[in-house]
């Protein structure tokens, strides 16, 4: 009898051990899964927040490229002439001057992560937390963004092309002259100006904040990936 019992307490020992071999291979089946899921994740991740870096750094050029026209404008309507160089040089500045080009960043892939359960992926702390704020960073630049757009878009060209002829200042045709000297003596227009690099800077301080956040998200998903 003892023997026997000997035996089946062998065999449910023998079956026992099986079973959780059985289970921690399947639990490691299932970590790797969840590891190589969140790398597919944070290398998309990664490619998005590259892109966006570079986005930022040309949008920061061009901002600061509106921003030292927009001082050139205000210097000249506080002359009282208009000569012939500075017409053509005037001519110059109307071509760029009212360009306006927003910045439209990508935000797919995060977008996807933070309304799916894929957020639950991400284990470090630090990281998810910068990923849930980065949408209110890019917020806070669009705000500025769109103030700047409303006062190139509706003040701006609007009055420029009060003054100025297109076809005039493109190939020299004498049907409609420019009206510099209106311009130059135009108060609104020279406020608008003056209101545009007023919030060209303020942009340009939201555009460096999401730098900052942009180029941390980066270090600390190549952090993660370093680690698989």
């Given at each position: 009898?003892?023997?026997?019992?000997?035996?089946?307490?062998?065999?449910?020992?023998?079956?026992?051990?099986?079973?959780?071999?059985?289970?921690?291979?399947?639990?490691?089946?299932?970590?790797?899964?969840?590891?190589?899921?969140q790398?597919?994740?944070?290398?998309?991740?990664?490619?998005?927040?590259?892109?966006?870096?570079?986005?930022?750094?040309?949008?920061?050029?061009?901002h600061?490229?509106?921003?030292?026209?927009?001082?050139?404008?205000?210097?000249?309507?506080?002359e009282?002439?208009?000569?012939?160089?500075?017409?053509?040089?005037?001519?110059?500045?109307?071509?760029?001057?009212?360009?306006?080009?927003?910045i439209?960043?990508?935000?797919?892939?995060?977008?996807?992560?933070?309304?799916?359960?894929?957020?639950?992926?991400?284990?470090?702390?630090?990281?998810?937390?910068?990923?849930?704020?980065?949408?209110?960073?890019?917020?806070?630049?669009?705000?500025?963004?769109?103030?700047?757009?409303?006062?190139?878009?509706?003040?701006?060209?609007?009055?420029?092309?009060?003054?100025?002829?297109?076809?005039?200042?493109?190939?020299?045709?004498?049907?409609?002259?420019?009206?510099?000297t209106?311009?130059?003596?135009?108060?609104?227009?020279?406020?608008?100006?003056?209101?545009?690099?007023?919030?060209?800077?303020?942009?340009?301080?939201?555009?460096?904040?999401?730098?900052?956040?942009?180029?941390?998200?980066?270090?600390?998903?190549?952090?993660?990936?370093?680690?698989?």
């Open positions: 009898m003892g023997k026997y019992l000997k035996y089946a307490i062998g065999e449910i020992l023998l079956v026992v051990i099986g079973i959780l071999i059985a289970l921690q291979i399947n639990n490691w089946k299932e970590q790797q899964q969840l590891k190589q899921e790398k597919v994740v944070l290398e998309a991740l990664l490619g998005d927040f590259r892109i966006n870096k570079s986005l930022i750094q040309e949008g920061a050029k061009r600061k490229y509106h921003k030292d026209l927009g001082l050139t404008w205000i210097n000249i309507m506080r009282d002439t208009v000569n012939v160089r500075k017409t053509s040089f005037l001519d110059s500045l109307m071509y760029w001057g009212p360009e306006y080009k927003v439209d960043f990508v935000d797919a892939s995060l977008n996807n992560v933070i309304n799916s359960e894929k957020l639950d992926l991400i284990k470090n702390t630090e990281l998810k937390q910068n990923l849930i704020e980065y949408p209110l960073s890019i917020t806070l630049y669009k705000d500025f963004e769109a103030v700047v757009r409303e006062i190139v878009i509706e003040r701006i060209r609007p009055r420029n092309e009060r003054y100025i002829s297109l076809a005039n200042m493109l190939n020299g045709s004498n049907s409609f002259k420019s009206d510099y209106g311009l130059l003596k135009d108060r609104q227009l020279s406020n608008d100006y003056v209101n545009r690099n007023w919030q060209l800077d303020e942009l340009l301080k939201a555009l460096q904040i999401l730098e900052i956040k942009t180029v941390t998200l980066i270090e600390l998903i190549e952090k993660e990936l370093s680690y698989d």
